[in-house]
C-alpha cells in the first residue's frame, strides 16, 4: 500500500546542531508539505512544494529549508537549531487537483531541541 | 482575526450525546473545506469533506454556509471512540489552478466521550 513515513520518530539534539527530518510518500503526488504542531498554536506551515525542485515557504519558514530534488522525498533542515524549534513536526502530501486535494499526513516527529 | 477559528472546547459529554462544532474562516477566496480528526499524539486525518449543500458520513453531519463564512460538524450519537480532537481546515487555493492549495488549520476542539 502506498503511504507517507518520517524518520526519525523522535529525535534529541542540542542547540546550534544541523538536524534533518525525513519524509518520504510512496503515493507519487506531487505536493508536500511540513508542519509544526504546538500547544496553542495548531498546525503551521513550515514550506511545502508542488513538484521537483519547487519549494516555497510557509507562514513559520525561519530557521527552516527544504529540498525536493525528486517526487518521493522532502526533507526538512534545521540549519541550527534552537529551542523554540522543540516541537512535533509532520509531513503531508496531496496530489494536484486544483484546490480540492485532501492531505495525507504522516506519523510526525517528536523534536527535542536542548 | 486568526485565519480560521474553532470553538476551544473542550467538550465533555456523555455516550449517546450529540455534539456540535463551530468553526469560521476569514479568506472569502478559500474554496474546499475539511474536518479532521486527530487522536492524541497522532497524525490529523481526514474525517470529512464539506460541501455547500451539506453533506452526511453516519453520524457525522457537515454543513457550510459561504455567506456567513461558517462551517459545523454535528456528531450524533456520541461513542466512547470519538473521543479526539477535531479540526476545522480550509484550503487557499494557489494563484495557478493546476497546482494545489495550502491548507490552513484551526487549533482543534477537544471532544471527551464519558460512559
Known amino acids: 500500500d502506498a503511504e507517507i513515513t518520517q524518520s526519525p520518530r523522535h529525535k534529541i539534539t542540542e542547540t546550534g546542531r544541523q538536524v534533518t527530518l525525513a519524509c518520504h510518500q510512496t503515493w507519487n503526488h506531487n505536493n508536500m508539505f511540513w508542519y509544526r504542531q504546538d500547544l496553542g498554536h495548531g498546525l503551521r506551515l513550515i514550506h511545502y512544494?508542488?513538484?521537483?525542485?519547487?519549494?516555497n515557504k510557509g507562514e513559520v519558514s525561519d530557521g527552516y529549508s527544504v529540498s525536493r530534488s525528486n517526487t518521493e522525498d522532502l526533507p526538512l533542515t534545521l540549519e541550527s537549531a534552537a529551542s523554540s524549534q522543540t516541537s512535533v513536526y509532520f509531513c503531508?502530501?496531496?496530489?494536484?487537483?486544483?484546490?480540492?486535494?485532501?492531505?495525507?499526513f504522516g506519523p510526525g516527529t517528536r523534536l527535542l531541541v536542548l | 482575526r486568526k485565519e480560521v477559528e474553532q470553538d476551544p472546547g473542550p467538550f465533555n459529554v456523555p455516550e449517546g450525546a450529540t455534539v456540535a462544532f463551530n468553526c469560521t474562516y476569514s479568506n472569502s477566496a478559500s474554496q474546499s473545506f475539511f474536518w479532521y480528526r486527530q487522536d492524541c499524539r497522532k497524525e490529523p486525518k481526514l474525517l470529512m469533506s464539506v460541501y455547500s449543500s451539506g453533506n452526511e458520513d453516519g453520524r457525522f453531519t457537515a454543513q457550510l454556509n459561504r455567506a456567513s463564512q461558517y462551517i459545523s460538524l454535528l456528531i450524533r450519537d456520541s461513542k466512547l471512540s470519538d473521543s479526539a480532537t477535531y479540526l476545522c481546515?480550509?484550503?487557499?487555493?494557489?494563484?495557478?489552478?493546476?497546482?494545489?492549495?495550502?491548507?490552513?488549520f484551526g487549533q482543534g476542539t477537544e471532544l471527551s466521550v464519558k460512559p
Open positions: 512544494s508542488y513538484g521537483v525542485q519547487d519549494t
Open positions: 503531508a502530501s496531496s496530489e494536484s487537483l486544483g484546490g480540492q486535494e485532501t492531505q495525507y
Open positions: 481546515v480550509v484550503n487557499l487555493p494557489y494563484p495557478l489552478k493546476n497546482q494545489g492549495g495550502k491548507l490552513i
